[in-house]
């Protein structure tokens, strides 16, 4: 049963704009926490950004902040990734994540947070 399925990747040049989308199962997205990770080829799997769903409350990594925005949209269940002024550095496959939670907080943007991994989607950025 797929929980998350991101859609939205592509190539651009660099200074160029995507958008990511994350559409949750029900269940998943009624936990509040979610967030995106990249991995780039060679690299460990990070952090970009975080979103709790009720408050809207968000977090990004100090390496897109100002650049991308975390959104979401409760009517469908949907997270999105905004990413602007694209770099090359910024290739990498993006996923998608169910966070952790409790409290009406969200856990921090760490892979042993994760709950629940999407399939990725592939961003490429050129020169």
């Known amino acids: 049963h797929v929980q998350l399925v991101e859609s939205g990747g592509g190539s651009v040049p660099a200074g160029g704009s995507l958008r990511l989308s994350c559409a949750a199962s029900?269940?998943?997205?009624?936990?509040?926490?979610m967030g995106w990770f990249r991995q780039a080829p060679g690299k460990e799997r990070e952090g970009v950004a975080r979103i709790h769903t009720g408050s809207g409350t968000t977090y990004y990594a100090d390496s897109v902040k100002g650049r991308f925005t975390i959104s979401q949209d409760n009517a469908k269940n949907t997270v999105y990734l905004q990413m602007n002024s694209l770099k090359p550095e910024d290739t990498a496959m993006y996923y998608c994540?169910?966070?952790?939670?409790?409290?009406?907080?969200?856990?921090?943007?760490?892979?042993?947070?994760?709950?629940?991994w999407g399939q990725g989607t592939q961003v490429t950025v050129s020169t």
């Open positions: 029900t269940y998943i997205y009624s936990r509040k926490c």
């Open positions: 994540a169910a966070v952790g939670g409790r409290g009406g907080y969200c856990y921090t943007l760490a892979i042993d947070s994760v709950n629940s």
